[in-house]
């Protein structure tokens, strides 16, 4: 059964500061990887996707990177703003015949001005 | 444009009384997702649509049951509603056809029961 752990649990940092969030798989048989945000009272918001062959992905301020065969995935954010606060949360899908998303507990991250 | 969207975004119901929370999209996504997320908590599977196959979890109360009608549409239907089932419900669509290929969610649907 897969299992997906997001370290730390929660992270307060001042406005500009560079920051990384971690998640780690016990499964290293994955499609892909997918970083997602969520507000509070909100849907989830897709941020990065690595495809299992991929090592990283960049999208603006964010980078998400990728190693399989040791489970782990980084996302980095640079120049923290006040808007950044949010639940992030990393989701793994299976491949084969499932495709089953399973998701860690999340990040939930404060930028303070 | 909204591609998964679920309805109602709230919705009240009370205890005992079935409710049917509904997802549809316009992504042409061959898997759909229903998960179960109660505040601080990660959101939890219930089950899955891989194409026409319904994947359960496990640990899915039997109170919770799953219908696809079509492509399109997927429906969560709770028998008897306890207060437990209180959370937000969240829809979320896949396609296998492609590993670059992200899951997209709905705004979700507040489920409260008095």
Request: glycine fraction near 8%; charged fraction near 15%.
């Amino acid at each position: 059964k897969q299992e997906v752990t997001q370290i730390p649990a929660a992270l307060s940092v001042p406005e500009g500061e560079n920051l990384v969030l971690n998640c780690s798989f016990t499964d290293s048989a994955i499609y892909n990887l997918q970083w997602f945000r969520q507000d509070p009272g909100k849907g989830l918001t897709s941020l990065l996707l690595i495809q299992s062959s991929q090592r990283e992905q960049t999208s603006g301020r964010l980078n998400a990177s990728l190693d399989k065969s040791s489970g782990r995935s980084t996302l980095y954010i640079a120049a923290s703003q006040p808007g950044d606060s949010a639940t992030y949360l990393c989701a793994v899908k299976r491949g084969g015949s499932n495709y089953k998303l399973t998701f860690g507990k999340g990040t939930l991250l404060t930028v303070n001005p | 444009d909204a591609m998964v969207i679920q309805n109602p975004r709230y919705q009240v119901t009370q205890f005992g009384k079935p409710v049917t929370l509904s997802c549809s999209q316009t992504l042409n996504h061959n898997v759909m997702y229903w998960y179960q997320q109660k505040s601080s908590q990660a959101p939890k599977l219930l089950f899955h649509y891989y194409d026409k196959d319904f994947n359960n979890e496990a640990d899915t109360p039997d109170n919770f049951q799953s219908r696809r009608p079509n492509t399109s549409f997927c429906f969560l239907d709770i028998r008897s509603p306890g207060l437990g089932d209180a959370a937000m419900y969240l829809c979320a669509t896949s396609f296998t056809g492609s590993p670059n290929t992200e899951a997209f969610f709905g705004q979700g649907t507040r489920l409260t029961v008095v």
